[in-house]
């Protein structure tokens, strides 16, 4: 799981949140509160509907809030590997965002599980 994530506040300009993502290369971030509680997810798609949005009505500066994707489905952070993989299963999502009283704490993909499952099949087998 990786815990040192690039996170976005929710008031932020969106083509500020856009040049960040595309800066660092990334699809997405976690959006978060100032007490760190995951409030939503922007993904370079949402930055792609508010650059038509702004090319179109002619409105600059709207914050991440308002394209953000707010219907976030989290992993918990005590949740066992099984579970995990089988969450994964059922969806076609790449990574989740994983909480712990509803702050984030990490982010858990779909490498991270089939690494731990790897190290869990080379401890279990005999010598």
Known sequence: MATDLLTLPPDMEINRAAAILLDKGYSGAPVVDAA??????????????????????????????????????????????????????????????VTRQGRLVG????????????EQWQADRPA
Do not use: H
């Open 36 to 97: 760190q509680r995951l409030v939503g997810v922007l993904s370079k798609k949402d930055c792609l509907r508010a650059a038509l949005n702004t090319s179109y009505y002619q409105e600059w500066g709207s914050p991440v809030a308002a394209y953000m994707s707010t219907s976030v489905v989290t992993l918990d952070a005590d949740l066992g590997l099984v579970q995990a993989v089988e969450q994964f299963l059922k969806s076609n999502y790449r990574r989740f965002p």
């Open 107 to 118: 982010q858990i993909s779909r490498a991270d599980l089939l690494r731990a499952m790897a």
